[in-house]
């Protein structure tokens, strides 16, 4: 493989935006742990696919008459999420977030990012001592 | 990035609204013991809080706030104290419909979501950091 192959880059950049779209995910919900009702969210796994596949283009409605609206257009590059079908446990009340089951994913997030980031610096160094001067 | 700036905001408003808890809390807990004045009137009546989901419309982000601020419904207990300025005929004071022991089970509640929000600050602070340190 090519030292220099911006496709492990390009990987890395998308893992790492996953996990800080999953960390918002997971922030809402911890927002939320007392809001009645609500239904804990997180984001699809990351899958490999995402990373082949052709990244779809955003293509907005154009407004041509100040009476147009534009809308909130979802950002085509976001990873989809989904309902929690099984959580822990459901309060009277309706919600279902359990904050120890949120924390842990925050946690997990968290080591993923740094795990991310150091492939991403060593590669980079890597580069660095192909390229350098001595 | 964006991402992990929005997640500090959604916390922050996390962090908020259980601060207002606290606050309808400590009103509750500090007005335990407010008797009515004079006969016929009405002791404190418990506050309850109830949160909801809204969108912020400046950053596309789910928040979460104070839905509203109402009363509890329900009826005040009375104690039996002839001497007192309020007593109806019977000799029956009024008291407010507070429990100070839900109010305690509350405030603990209101405190565990607020570090767990301030948790997931931190944790998005040390993403963050991580990120930046890539440029080092």
Same mark, same amino acid.
């Given at each position: 493989?090519?030292?220099?192959?911006?496709?492990? %880059?390009?990987?890395?950049?998308?893992?790492?935006?996953?996990?800080?779209?999953?960390? @918002?995910?997971?922030?809402?919900?911890? *927002?939320?742990?007392? /809001?009645?009702?609500?239904?804990?969210?997180?984001?699809?796994? %990351? *899958?490999?696919?995402?990373?082949?596949?052709?990244?779809?283009?955003?293509?907005?409605?154009?407004? /041509?008459?100040?009476?147009?609206?534009?809308?909130?257009?979802?950002?085509?590059? *976001?990873?989809?999420?989904?309902?929690?079908?099984?959580?822990?446990?459901?309060?009277?009340?309706?919600?279902?977030?359990?904050?120890?089951?949120?924390?842990?994913?925050?946690? @997990?997030?968290?080591?993923?990012?740094?795990?991310?980031?150091?492939?991403?610096?060593?590669?980079?160094?890597?580069?660095?001592?192909? /390229?350098?001067?001595? | 990035?964006?991402?992990?700036?929005?997640?500090?905001?959604?916390?922050?408003?996390?962090?908020?609204?259980?601060?207002?808890?606290?606050?309808?809390?400590?009103?509750?807990?500090?007005?335990?013991?407010?008797?009515?004045?004079?006969?016929?009137?009405?002791?404190?009546?418990?506050?309850?809080?109830?949160?909801?989901?809204?969108?912020?419309?400046?950053?596309?982000?789910?928040?979460?706030?104070?839905?509203?601020?109402?009363?509890?419904?329900?009826?005040?207990?009375?104690?039996?104290?002839?001497?007192?300025?309020?007593?109806?005929?019977?000799?029956?004071?009024?008291?407010?419909?507070?429990? !100070?022991?839900?109010?305690?089970?509350?405030?603990?509640?209101?405190?565990?979501?607020?570090?767990?929000?301030?948790?997931?600050?931190?944790?998005?602070?040390?993403?963050?950091?991580? !990120?930046?340190?890539?440029?080092?």
């Amino acid at each position: 493989m090519d030292a220099t192959s911006p496709e492990l %880059f390009g990987a890395l950049k998308q893992r790492l935006r996953w996990l800080g779209q999953r960390q @918002e995910v997971l922030a809402r919900n911890i *927002a939320n742990s007392d /809001t009645p009702g609500y239904r804990p969210r997180d984001l699809k796994p %990351f *899958a490999f696919s995402g990373l082949v596949a052709e990244p779809r283009q955003a293509v907005a409605l154009s407004a /041509t008459d100040a009476g147009h609206l534009g809308g909130r257009r979802r950002d085509p590059a *976001a990873f989809a999420s989904r309902r929690d079908r099984a959580p822990y446990e459901t309060a009277p009340a309706g919600n279902a977030v359990v904050l120890e089951e949120q924390m842990a994913k925050v946690n @997990e997030t968290t080591v993923s990012h740094q795990l991310a980031t150091g492939l991403y610096r060593k590669h980079l160094a890597m580069i660095k001592t192909a /390229t350098g001067p001595r | 990035m964006d991402d992990v700036l929005r997640t500090m905001r959604i916390s922050a408003a996390g962090m908020r609204t259980q601060g207002t808890r606290l606050r309808v809390i400590s009103e509750n807990v500090a007005n335990a013991d407010s008797l009515p004045t004079g006969p016929g009137d009405l002791p404190y009546r418990r506050k309850t809080i109830s949160f909801k989901n809204e969108l912020d419309r400046a950053t596309g982000a789910d928040l979460v706030g104070v839905e509203k601020i109402g009363v509890d419904a329900s009826a005040f207990p009375s104690r039996y104290e002839p001497g007192h300025p309020a007593a109806d005929a019977a000799g029956y004071v009024l008291t407010p419909n507070v429990n !100070t022991l839900i109010e305690m089970t509350d405030m603990r509640e209101a405190e565990r979501s607020y570090e767990a929000n301030l948790n997931v600050i931190k944790a998005s602070k040390a993403m963050l950091n991580e !990120t930046i340190d890539v440029l080092r």
